[in-house]
Every structure is written in C-alpha cells, then in structure tokens.
C-alpha cells in the first residue's frame, strides 16, 4: 500500500489525491507539515516538500508532477494525459499554468497570509496581500472561462490532469476564502461537475486545524 | 521547421536546446525578451514566458516541461527519460528539483541582479543577493557531488533530462559569475564532460548583450 506524505491544504498533494481517486490506487494518508522541517522528512526528500510517496519496497516518489507522470505510466485506468503529442503538451502546459502561475499569485500568497501566519506566528493576514490575490483569482478565472467557452474541459475534449489541477489549486483558494464566484458561469458549472465526483468527496469534507472554509465549500451547488 | 522563442539566458529554454541537440532536431533561433511582454507574444503565450516553440503548420509548444515531454514521446533518438517507470520519477525529480530549487535559490537572484536590473532599469547589482545566490549554489553543488559519488549520471546509470536540466541552470549560473568550482570536483569533471558535446557548443558560444562571462566559461577544462 502507497503512503502518501502532505497536509489537508497542500495543493500539489490534492492533485496527486484527484488522479490516485480517479484511477482507483489505494493509499493511506500521513499528515507533514514541510514547515516543521522534520529530520526524517528531510531524509526522505530533500527539498523538504510535500507530496511525497512511499511503498512498502521502500519506493520513495517525489514532485507531484514526477509522481502523476509515474501512475500515469503504470495504471491505465483513467488516463488523464490522453491525446495525440499535441493534445498531451496543451495538458502539461495548463498543468504548468496552474502549479506555477495560479499558485505564485492566488494559493502561495493565500496560503501565507490565512495560513501561516496564524499556525506559525500567530500573526494575521495583510488585508492587502488577501485583496491583490483575490484580484489576480478573477483574471485566472476569466481565462478558465475563455478556455470552457471552448472545449469541454480545460486541456480539451476529455477530463485531464489539467482539470484535476486547477480543480486542486482552485479548491484551497476556495477554502481560504479567495474565490469570489460571481459572474464566473462556464468555470462554476465545470467545478461543480469535478465537486460531484469520487475522487473529489474525500478532499471536501476534510478541514484543516484552527482553519474553517466558508459555507459554500464543500457544496455542489453554491 | 521549428522556430524556438528565447533568449541566451533562459535557462528553460537552454534546456529545451540541449535536448534537441541530443535528439537531432533542427530549429531556428527567435529571440524573444518576455519582460518586454510583446503583444503578439502574449497572443501566442498568455504567460508570457520563454521558451515557447511554433511549426510551419501553426502548432504551438508551450513551458519547457511540455516541450520536453513532447519531443521525448515524438523523436525517439537519445531517449532522455528512460528505464524503469521508478528511474523516470527519479530523472523527473532532479529536473523539477533545478526548475524549483536551483532556479529560485541561485538563477532567479542572479538573473535579476546581474541581467534585469542592468538592461531594464540601469541599476547596479545588490552584493548582499549576490553572495547568498553564490552560497546556496554551493550547497547545491554539495549535492550534485553527493549524487554523482553514487552514480555515473545525476538521474542514474545513463545520461537523461536531468543532466541536461541541471547543465543549463548551471550554464547561466556560472555565465553569470555566480559558481565557485573549487572544492566541487565531481560535478567539474561531470559538467565538463557535458561542456564537450556538440549539443552544448552553440549555446557556450553565445553572448548576451552587455554581459561578459567570466573567462573559464566556455572553456572545457576550466
Ligand atoms: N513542484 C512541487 C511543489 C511542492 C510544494 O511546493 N509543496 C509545498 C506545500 S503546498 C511545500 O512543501 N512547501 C514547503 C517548502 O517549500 O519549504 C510539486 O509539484 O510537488
Ligand atoms: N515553467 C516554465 C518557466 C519559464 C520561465 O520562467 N521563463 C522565464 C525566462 S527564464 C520568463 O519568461 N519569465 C518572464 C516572466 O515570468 O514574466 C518553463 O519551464 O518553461
């Protein structure tokens, strides 16, 4: 059985969380918290992040872009990068869209502020730093909506790794309160779709200590 | 014929570069600056980033994962993720580590410092940002010895992505004066080794207006 290493609001972790759930791998969850840079944790993985992924052969998988590219391989139930080479390279590119941009301006600064900060130093947020991500959210948004108005799905005609990684990085945000959902149509009706899905149950009803999402979170229909 | 958006020092698209020297794939050069953000470029990539690849036939190649993965799957001379699907997590690893790591630590400061503030704003370099981007590649050479006193390439027993990955974040890095190689032999004799292959000489030839690199740059005994 698959250990997998991460904390309920590590973005990258519930990506990885979204494929195992799609493909039908098994795993047991066990909480890491990288800020408490932990010597044994360290031992695992170097650069201190989460997820990590570990087997009882003492396979060790690092990187959530190595680690879905791995089952990908090995597991063809649900291939989620699927296509021609063209159709598999516009998936990778919104893959990189959302773990690099969407995180750097919405997640990272989100995380930080609501998160952290009250974990950490028992700080709170700078309302500023909250207002130019929430702001920089509804430019993503926009360009979800361009893309839905489109395809079916985010990368194309099928379900993706892209949707299942905008779906992880838009539902901490979400959590942490930095979604303003108003006047997003096409990206609303395709969450809603991904919320109604197996895979995705499990990651919605879990909550993250000291921290609660707003009522809508966990909702289908919000 | 490909056409291939850059510019001498990204490392990204140094990346890409390297890995179609290996495989044999012709390209033209474009040089494109992004923090120029041109209008036509943004149309073509709305995260404005280099590298970005086009065909004759109107298909475009976007973020050097993608790319990468794109010619791994489509050419199949010099296979630069290869072996087992546990050896390609391992190689993808090391690829994301000196995207991430190595980039933010030690290429970004640089980059910023050095080229940015010099061609943007006119601004001399911060010597504080400098000598902890100089130390914190120290460490990382720390490891790439650790790595390589364990096996012949970074990613395992073959040559692969990762090597290249890591050749082109350490190619800028050092153009930019930012490597002391003494007390690093095995990453030196590992990096000259790469220096000496026909993949690399165009790229070691190459000067970026303005910026000089240091004399040992280009040389492979150095
Ligand atoms: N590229 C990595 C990014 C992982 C990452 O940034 N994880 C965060 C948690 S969401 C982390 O562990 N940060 C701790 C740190 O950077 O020290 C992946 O895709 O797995
Ligand atoms: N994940 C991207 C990163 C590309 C990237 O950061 N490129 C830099 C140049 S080295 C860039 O275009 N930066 C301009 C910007 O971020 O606005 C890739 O692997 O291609």
């Known amino acids: 059985m698959w250990q997998l290493f991460q904390f309920p609001l590590c973005p990258f972790s519930r990506k990885v969380r979204l494929l195992l759930g799609e493909k039908g791998v098994g795993y047991d969850l066990v909480r890491e918290s990288p800020w408490e840079r932990r010597d044994e944790f360290l031992d695992m993985n170097p650069a201190g992040r989460t997820p990590v992924m570990v087997d009882d052969k003492g396979t060790v998988l690092i990187d959530s872009w190595a680690i879905c590219e791995f089952f990908e391989e090995t597991v063809n139930k649900a291939p989620m990068i699927n296509g021609t080479a063209i159709n598999r390279a516009e998936i990778r590119r919104l893959v990189a869209w ?98 109604s899905r197996p895979s995705f149950r499990p990651l919605l009803s879990e909550r993250m200590e000291v921290i609660s999402p707003p009522q809508h979170y966990d909702k289908v229909d919000f």
Chains 1, 2 share one sequence.
Not at 139 to 148: E, F, G, K, Q, S
Not at 157 to 184: E, F, K, N, P, Q
């Open 98 to 195: 959302f773990d690099e941009q969407f995180f750097a301006d919405v997640v990272a600064p989100l995380m930080h502020e609501r998160m952290k900060k009250r974990l950490i130093d028992r700080l709170s947020p700078d309302a500023r730093v909250l207002r130019e991500a929430m702001k920089l959210a509804l430019n993503h948004l926009d360009y979800t909506d361009y893309l839905l108005d489109h395809r079916n799905w985010l990368g194309g005609a099928t379900m993706s790794l892209a949707d299942l990684t905008a779906a992880a990085h838009i539902s901490v945000a979400d959590y942490l309160g930095g979604i303003d959902w108003r006047g997003h149509e096409q990206t609303k009706r395709w969450y809603s779709g991904l919320k």
